[in-house]
């Protein structure tokens, strides 16, 4: 019995609002034209003069560079003329001690090194003309000394003159 009592309360709770709800809708339709004025009921209308005014402005041609923080950065390219003649360049003789000093120095690239085994030492991995090489520090491969193995480089003796080469 509760439950029926229930059902009948929020029922006609539910049908308040909705009486409320339509009350509220045809009243605010039913005084729609009451007051509101239109523009033919106002009399002596005051005449209002607008005119609008163009706002105009300029804008400057700026010879500043965004991109290279400068200003106007103007490069003028040289003009090749039939009338400029190449400098001449002096060669000086090459004398025989110059060609001693220079020496060419093979292709190398390292890979790196390995340690362990029962020889504590860093095993270098050199790849010298195109030909890998396994050489230990103070070891010596086709007239070039392995002076010291790193990480990440290992330098080289040939002749006194010392070369790093990286990985």
Same mark, same amino acid.
């Given at each position: 019995?509760?439950?029926?009592?229930?059902?009948?309360?929020?029922?006609?709770?539910?049908?308040?609002?909705?009486?409320?709800?339509?009350?509220?809708?045809?009243?605010?339709?039913?005084?729609?034209?009451?007051?509101?004025?239109?523009?033919?009921?106002?009399?002596?209308?005051?005449?209002?003069?607008? @005119?609008?005014?163009?706002?105009?402005? %300029? =804008? +400057?041609?700026?010879?500043?560079? /965004?991109? &290279?923080?400068? $200003? !106007?950065?103007?490069?003028?390219?040289?003009?090749?003329?039939?009338?400029?003649?190449?400098?001449?360049?002096? @060669?000086?003789?090459?004398?025989?001690? %110059? =060609? +001693?000093?220079?020496?060419?120095? /093979?292709? &190398?690239?390292? $890979? !790196?090194?390995?340690?362990?085994?029962?020889?504590?030492?860093?095993?270098?991995?050199?790849k010298m003309n195109n030909k890998l090489h396994r050489v230990r520090s103070q070891?010596?491969?086709?007239?070039?000394?392995?002076?010291?193995?790193?990480?990440?480089?290992?330098?080289?003796?040939?002749?006194?003159?010392?070369?790093?080469?990286?990985?």
């Amino acid at each position: 019995m509760n439950k029926k009592i229930a059902n009948g309360l929020l029922i006609f709770g539910v049908l308040i609002i909705w009486i409320f709800v339509l009350k509220r809708t045809t009243h605010i339709f039913k005084n729609e034209n009451s007051n509101v004025l239109t523009y033919s009921s106002i009399e002596n209308e005051p005449e209002i003069d607008i @005119k609008f005014k163009k706002d105009t402005f %300029n =804008i +400057g041609v700026y010879k500043r560079d /965004p991109f &290279l923080d400068g $200003y !106007g950065k103007t490069f003028k390219r040289k003009m090749n003329n039939s009338k400029n003649t190449p400098k001449k360049v002096n @060669k000086k003789p090459i004398s025989k001690k %110059n =060609i +001693g000093s220079k020496m060419l120095w /093979p292709k &190398l690239k390292y $890979y !790196g090194y390995m340690k362990g085994g029962s020889n504590k030492e860093k095993l270098a991995l050199i790849k010298m003309n195109n030909k890998l090489h396994r050489v230990r520090s103070q070891q010596e491969i086709n007239n070039i000394l392995v002076y010291s193995v790193f990480a990440d480089s290992v330098i080289l003796k040939m002749n006194s003159q010392f070369k790093t080469v990286y990985k």
